[in-house]
């Protein structure tokens, strides 16, 4: 019907087009622990990722070959689905991956985010919590509410998560001294435009 809520974003592709993407991205997703893209790109791959760890926990013949279908690498990647990953979900009932907004990653300013799997050792959340309690410290300031509820939510579902998120909070707390003596690095941008003369002369 004409003007009814669109099931899931075209991404401005083809149908072929479209599913070679989200195919690339969550084979880089997998391969990787977390990428970053568009917004609307890791929304898109985030449906197909969840339903990728979904097939990993029921772990039959059919799901494998499922999963050998859709990722690009699959005698890679597939024994890593429905080996550690799986294991690594076992006991979680849903919210595999997560969404992050960041700043804009190109020049061109489109909304960026980063997609991850989450307990994984690119969790975050995970990461950023540890900072948090670094920052807190270091300031000699309690832990808030706030705070409390974010380290409940990444230690839930890791076997040795507090043990895990007090031995990445010593490393944000030496990290933090560099920083303090060296300075925070600049924010990489990727160029998207090319540096021809006529944009050069335009002051593009």
Do not use: C
């Not at 197909?48 to 499922?66: C, F, Q, S």
């Not at 979680?92 to 050792?121: C, F, H, M, N, W």
């Not at 021809?196 to 002369?201: E, S, T």
């Amino acid at each position: 019907m004409a003007g009814g809520k669109a099931k899931y974003r075209h991404l401005s592709r083809t149908s072929s087009h479209r599913q070679a993407l989200l195919r690339n991205l969550v084979t880089s997703l997998f391969e990787n622990e977390s990428i970053s893209t568009t917004w609307h790109k890791a929304k898109e791959a985030q449906r197909l990722a969840e339903k990728l760890v979904t097939l990993g926990k029921k772990n039959t013949e059919a799901t494998r070959r499922r999963a050998h279908q859709i990722l690009y690498k699959p005698h890679e990647l597939v024994p890593k689905l429905f080996g550690p990953i799986r294991e690594r979900y076992a006991d979680r009932p849903g919210g595999y991956t997560r969404v992050l907004r960041i700043e804009p990653l190109k020049e061109d300013q489109a909304p960026s985010a980063i997609l991850e799997l989450v307990d994984g050792p690119k969790d975050m959340r995970f990461a950023m919590t540890a900072r948090t309690l670094a920052r807190l410290r270091d300031e000699g300031k309690t832990v808030n509410e706030i705070t409390e509820a974010n380290i409940a939510k990444v230690t839930r579902y890791r076997p040795q998560g507090k043990d895990e998120l007090e031995e990445l909070v010593g490393k944000m707390e030496e990290l933090m001294e560099k920083e303090e003596e060296h300075g925070a690095p600049e924010p990489f941008q990727r160029k998207v435009y090319p540096k021809d003369p006529f944009r050069l002369g335009l002051g593009l």
